[in-house]
């Protein structure tokens, strides 16, 4: 639904636009050719019928008319003709009849009788060639009357303006809406970016939290080592204690002294022997020393 209202409303554009720029160029086109005696286009000039002298056979106030320039000597009678009035009421106006009769004027110039069709009276003036424009080809019937309200404020208001108007406002509308996507794209991009890097602070606090527990584990674990060794250490000291001597009996009535893990033997008629500290044997019965026995 969403692809066929826009498909319409790009026709919509693409009308608008076709229509606003032929408007303009219909515009140019009459303000600089028609109605102008000095300004054809491929030798045809265009004129807007502002009466109906002529309504009666050929054509009506409003039609727009067509005239090629042809040689005035040409001209025959029955002919309709474009040319420059020299009548006293509309002096220098366009004027398009239909020829009576071919004449001449006062000083013997040739020109043409002319007259409208629809009161079939003459033309007051002599219609010399120097005011002939052309000879009447065919009638666009009511043009004009769209010419020449294009050539007016209100029709250039109605026909030109506002349809670019209505562009501007389009496009202005368009703009703003790309506008207001691309800033909705910007932050949603913005808040990706946000979440993925709260994702990557949220990873890496984990992945410090599990090498703190690791670690904290590791250093346990040699705290309890320490604690092991420390404990075997002190049971090893207290089993075999320096300086300490004591005595077993022994088979055949010897005694076996240690010292420091040393066995000493000896027999019950010898004197026993005081065993110092630093290992020296003391003196026997007849009063010899003796040395430390092995």
Do not use: W
């Not at 491929?42 to 090629?68: C, E, N």
């Not at 079939?120 to 002599?126: I, L, Q, R």
Request: aromatic share 8%.
């Amino acid at each position: 639904m969403k692809k066929a209202l826009n498909i319409i409303k790009n026709i919509l554009i693409l009308l608008i636009v076709i229509f606003a720029v032929l408007m303009m160029i219909f515009t140019i086109i009459s303000v600089n050719f028609f109605d102008r005696a000095d300004r054809s286009i491929f030798g045809y000039k265009a004129f807007i019928v502002l009466s109906d002298s002529m309504s009666a056979t050929d054509f009506s106030s409003g039609d727009l008319i067509l005239v090629r320039e042809v040689d005035p000597s040409s001209l025959q009678e029955g002919d309709i003709i474009s040319f420059q009035s020299t009548n006293t009421e509309n002096y220098g106006e366009i004027v398009t009849h239909k020829i009576r009769e071919l004449t001449t004027d006062a000083e013997g110039n040739p020109g043409f009788i002319t007259y409208g069709t629809t009161t079939g009276e003459n033309d007051e003036s002599v219609v010399t060639y120097e005011f002939v424009l052309g000879q009447y080809q065919t009638t666009l019937p009511g043009l004009g009357q769209f010419f020449s309200f294009l050539k007016t404020t209100p029709g250039y208001i109605v026909c030109i303006f506002l349809p670019f108007l209505l562009l501007i406002i389009i496009q202005g509308v368009n703009s703003i809406r790309l506008f207001r996507r691309y800033k909705k794209e910007q932050l949603e991009e913005m808040e990706a970016e946000r979440l993925a890097h709260q994702e990557n602070i949220k990873k890496e606090r984990e992945q410090l939290q599990a090498e703190r527990l690791e670690s904290q584990k590791l250093m346990e674990e040699l705290i309890k080592l320490k604690r092991e060794i420390a404990t075997n250490g002190e049971a090893q000291d207290s089993s075999s204690g320096t300086g300490v001597i004591s005595s077993s009996p022994a088979v055949g009535g010897a005694s076996v002294v240690t010292e420091n893990g040393v066995a000493v033997s000896g027999r019950p008629d010898e004197a026993s022997s005081v065993i110092s500290e630093d290992g020296e044997g003391g003196a026997d019965a007849d009063g010899k020393e003796a040395g430390p026995r092995v």
